[in-house]
Nanobody, 125 residues
Framework: QVQLVESGGGLVQAGGSLRLSCAASGRTFSNSVMGWFRQAPGKEREFVAAVSWTGGRTYYADSVKGRFTVSRDRAKNSVYLQMNSLTSEDTAVYYC??????????????????WGQGTQVTVSS
């Protein structure tokens, strides 16, 4: 059974930082893009950041570029999201996602076959 388990969400003041972690089990994702999406109340799920299967290339939504950093540890089958300079606009449920042998980055959530249960990030202003 494939599982992606996120951790690290919580309540933080504007300007603060959080680090999200996602640990995968049940299969290896060393040959697939892994990434993060988020969904705020009343809004569609949107792409946040992703990292290539090698870990050598990263991709970001314009809204988080320069503030968020995505990384992965292939040996640990894990992906991380360091979030700095948080604003109230970043409040959402954050989801870890992995493709099924997704070698090339795709921003659409429909390209990702595996999802975590989500972790709430709330930024107070």
């Amino acid at each position: 059974q494939v599982q992606l388990v996120e951790s690290g969400g919580g309540l933080v003041q504007a300007g603060g930082s959080l680090r999200l972690s996602c640990a995968a089990s049940g299969r290896t994702f060393s040959n697939s893009v892994m990434g993060w999406f988020r969904q705020a109340p009343g809004k569609e799920r949107e792409f946040v950041a992703a990292v290539s299967w090698t870990g050598g290339r990263t991709y970001y939504a314009d809204s988080v570029k320069g503030r968020f950093t995505v990384s992965r540890d292939r040996a640990k089958n894990s992906v991380y999201l360091q979030m700095n300079s948080l604003t109230s606009e970043d409040t959402a449920v954050y989801y870890c996602a992995a493709g099924r042998d997704l070698y090339r980055f795709k921003p659409s959530p429909y390209e990702y076959a595996y999802w975590g249960q989500g972790t709430q990030v709330t930024v107070s202003s």
